[in-house]
């Protein structure tokens, strides 16, 4: 809740939360490629959790096809960078917003805020998709 939080369960900041790939193959270095700024590094805008349940594969790389493994990550406190000699004195090496711990959740809570995050999923799409002219 430190992120997702407010009638649209989001602050509508940007965090860091461990999945930049840095120096590796899908590198992503999100808000420092607009702001150019290195406190930036990694950091994507947290989105809203209304209708979470419908868009699949989750976070901003599309790293999980499903909630299980969204729960588990969060469960464990997110990646956290391994800093190679190399790395070290490199201002663009990216630090996880300290926002984000392990939850520490059993079995039966990851499936109660599942349960919880299905809650906020209307039944129905709102949103009407416009036929295009043929």
């Excluded at 900041?13 to 420092?32: P, Q």
């Excluded at 499903?66 to 490199?90: A, I, L, T």
Aim: proline share 8%; hydrophobic share 35%.
């Amino acid at each position: 809740i430190n992120c997702h939080n407010g009638p649209l369960f989001t602050d509508n900041e940007f965090h860091n939360d461990g999945l930049t790939y840095f120096k590796r193959k899908y590198e992503d270095l999100g808000l420092y490629n607009v702001t150019k700024k290195p406190e930036d590094v990694g950091k994507f805008k947290t989105p809203g959790l209304r209708n979470v349940m419908k868009t699949a594969p989750w976070f901003h790389n599309g790293l999980f096809p499903d909630m299980d493994g969204v729960m588990n990550m969060y469960n464990v406190g997110m990646p956290v960078q391994r800093v190679r000699p190399e790395q070290e004195n490199d201002p663009l090496l990216p630090k996880n917003d300290k926002l984000l711990k392990g939850l520490m959740l059993s079995k039966a809570e990851k499936d109660a805020v599942v349960s919880f995050l299905d809650a906020l999923t209307s039944p129905t799409i709102l949103i009407r998709v416009e036929k295009l002219p043929q």
